[in-house]
């Protein structure tokens, strides 16, 4: 048997998703057995304050990647929108599984749909891009902060905190908690952020045994649009505190890539849609993405490698 260790975030959505990605993994190999290494992270422990003003996402990677520098774990999975635009020296995305649905839901036991809310209508998300998105469609909505896991999230919507809530589906998808979801919001609506569905393994570069692993549950064309969306947030140096969606999809032979990002406040929002030839490679993905992202910062940027599978 070879043992592999992998990290994950403690909370009941990391474990679930980490766990199944995991199990598919062993499908692969019955000679495989895992340990996991539950880690909490910065982003776990501050609850009071929204992302934005402590530091972004990268919150919720930091120390799970420290589990894999210093060797107490061969691979960590995370989500990945969490995940910044910079890795660490030494350190790859090497596995992108196939992507479950990408796009925001809304929770709203009592009203169903954004178009139902009444109005001023209290909507909870400590997303700039949600919140942005909303205002968009419905300026007349108070959007709060809402920080906590999902089960409080859902709480509070419950109680009454709060008119409706928006969560990415996916995770609701894989909590089983899909039919707590009112309304799917089109990519219209609300454009899903960069990496949204997706998962992502991580693991040390020099690590060929566990990258060869990680291969038969790489899904190639999810890490091409993954891929395509990390190039706009490396152009646009996206974090929490930069309202910005980034969402690539296959089209037969094409990839359609949307984007818009904007000043914290919501002011000079700039938006794009591009369409190209599917990519070849994920660096191709990339370069796209980076260059949609240089155009909608309004000049082009140094073209740098993505970093490699």
Avoid at 19 to 35: H, K, N, Q, Y
Avoid at 146 to 168: C, F, H, M, P
Avoid at 264 to 288: H, I, M, N
Wanted: net charge neutral.
């Amino acid at each position: 048997m070879k043992n592999l260790v992998y990290a994950t975030r403690r909370s009941k959505l990391a474990l679930a998703q980490s766990r199944a990605l995991v199990s598919r993994i062993s499908e692969t190999d019955r000679s495989l057995s895992f340990t996991e290494e539950q880690v909490v992270t910065t982003g776990d422990r501050i609850q009071d304050r929204p992302l934005s003003e402590v530091g972004g996402k990268g919150l919720f990677v930091k120390e799970i990647e420290e589990a894999l520098l210093e060797g107490r774990a061969q691979l960590a999975i995370h989500s990945v929108k969490d995940v910044p635009a910079y890795l660490p020296d030494g350190l790859v995305l090497a596995c992108i599984p196939v992507r479950e649905d990408p796009r925001d839901a809304l929770i709203s036991p009592r009203y169903g749909t954004l178009q139902a809310l009444p109005q001023g209508a209290t909507v909870g998300t400590s997303s700039l891009r949600r919140g942005l998105a909303l205002a968009a469609v419905r300026p007349d909505l108070r959007i709060l902060p809402l920080r906590g896991n999902v089960d409080t999230r859902l709480r509070k919507v419950d109680e009454g905190e709060y008119d409706g809530i928006v969560l990415a589906a996916a995770g609701l998808h894989r909590l089983d908690l899909a039919g707590r979801i009112t309304e799917l919001l089109a990519p219209e609506v609300s454009l899903p952020a960069i990496g949204q569905g997706a998962l992502g393994v991580e693991c040390r570069e020099d690590d060929e045994g566990t990258r060869e692993i990680l291969e038969r549950v790489h899904h190639a064309d999810t890490a091409r649009a993954v891929f395509a969306e990390r190039g706009v947030m490396r152009a646009l140096e996206g974090d929490c505190k930069t309202p910005i969606a980034a969402h690539a999809v296959r089209t037969d032979q094409s990839m359609v890539l949307r984007a818009w990002f904007a000043a914290a406040d919501g002011s000079d929002l700039r938006r794009l849609e591009r369409k190209v030839a599917w990519p070849s490679s994920d660096a191709d993905a990339f370069a796209f993405g980076l260059d949609a992202g240089a155009r909608l910062k309004g000049a082009r940027t140094s073209t740098r490698p993505p970093p490699s599978r």
